[in-house]
Structures are given as structure tokens and as C-alpha cells.
């Protein structure tokens, strides 16, 4: 069964920085790309960013370039989401996902990310 747990949201200050986690299991994790997406509080969904399966091709979305960082550790089947310099725009529920070519074919459970003033 593919599973994709993530962790490391909660409450963050305006301007400080996390590191979200997703652990991957139940398939071949160096197979696949993957993608984080992130639900705003007003039920947007928004794709962030992009990282293929070797972890040494990444693409982000205009909005966030610049401030956050995919990577992933095939050795430890995990993925990551660094995101700096937090304001009141990313506060959301932060989702990682499998890619199946371009499709989106497994979502984890999310993650809560709470940005404080």
C-alpha cells in the first residue's frame, strides 16, 4: 500500500523558516517523482514545486521561487519542502504527492503550516 506521511508544520513566526517531511513507503521511491502541493485556508490548491526521481532536476512555482527548496533522499525514501522567509501567504495544509507522469497519483494526508505575527 502506498503511503506518503508528511510532518514539520505547526506554528512558524513571519520571517522564519521550516522544513516539511514526507515519508514515502509501500513503493519503489526512486522511481518516481514527486511534487508538493499546498491547500490554502481558502480551499485553493496550489502546486509548488517539482523534483525527479534522481533529485537532480527541481521546479517551483513563480510564487515561491526563491524562498523554498525541494529535495528528497532516496536512501531514506524521504522528500523535503524547506521554506524561508514565512509570511501570512503560506499558511496552508502542505501536501506531498507521487507523480505518475504528470498526474498527481498519490496524496498524503497533509501537514498544517500556522504563521504567526
Known amino acids: 500500500e502506498v503511503q506518503l506521511v508528511e510532518s514539520g508544520g505547526g506554528l512558524v513566526q513571519y520571517g522564519g523558516s521550516l522544513r516539511l517531511s514526507c515519508a514515502a513507503s509501500g513503493f519503489t521511491f526512486d522511481d518516481y517523482a514527486m511534487s508538493w502541493i499546498r491547500q490554502t485556508p481558502r480551499k485553493e490548491l496550489e502546486w509548488l514545486s517539482f523534483i525527479n526521481s534522481d533529485g537532480d532536476r527541481s521546479s517551483y512555482a513563480e510564487s515561491v521561487k526563491g524562498r523554498f527548496t525541494i529535495s528528497r533522499d532516496n536512501a531514506k525514501n524521504s522528500l523535503y519542502l524547506q521554506i524561508n522567509n514565512v509570511n501570512p501567504g503560506d499558511a496552508a495544509v502542505y501536501y506531498c504527492?507521487?507523480?505518475?507522469?504528470?498526474?498527481?497519483?498519490?496524496w498524503g494526508h497533509g501537514t498544517q503550516v500556522v504563521v504567526s505575527s
Open positions: 504527492t507521487r507523480m505518475q507522469g504528470w498526474a498527481l497519483d498519490y
